[in-house]
Nanobody, 121 residues
């Protein structure tokens, strides 16, 4: 059974940092691209960042460029999202998704349950 489980969310003040993790199981992690997707209250899904299977290619939405860093540890079957200089508009539920292919731009095929990130003073 494929599973992706997010962790690391929480409440942080503006300007603070959080690191999200996504533990994967049930598939060969190193063969698939992965993504972080978020949903703010009352809004639709927003693709935040993606990474290819080997970790050599990445994508970031403009609003997080220079603040967020996606990475993966294929030996540990874990995806990360380091979030720095957080802003209130980063408040959302963050989902981890397995992509259909090894590239970073494939469609998502499996989703986690999400982890809440709240940026507020």
């Amino acid at each position: 059974e494929v599973q992706v489980v997010e962790s690391g969310g929480g409440l942080v003040q503006p300007g603070g940092s959080l690191r999200l993790s996504c533990a994967a199981s049930g598939f060969t992690f190193s063969n698939y691209g992965m993504s972080w997707v978020r949903q703010a209250p009352g809004k639709g899904l927003e693709w935040v960042s993606s990474i290819n299977s080997g970790g050599s290619s990445t994508y970031y939405v403009n609003s997080v460029k220079g603040r967020f860093t996606i990475s993966r540890d294929n030996a540990k079957n874990t995806l990360y999202l380091q979030m720095n200089s957080l802003k209130p508009e980063d408040t959302a539920v963050y989902f981890c998704a397995r992509l259909a292919f090894g590239g970073y731009n494939g469609p998502p095929v499996d989703w986690g349950q999400g982890t809440q990130v709240t940026v507020s003073s």
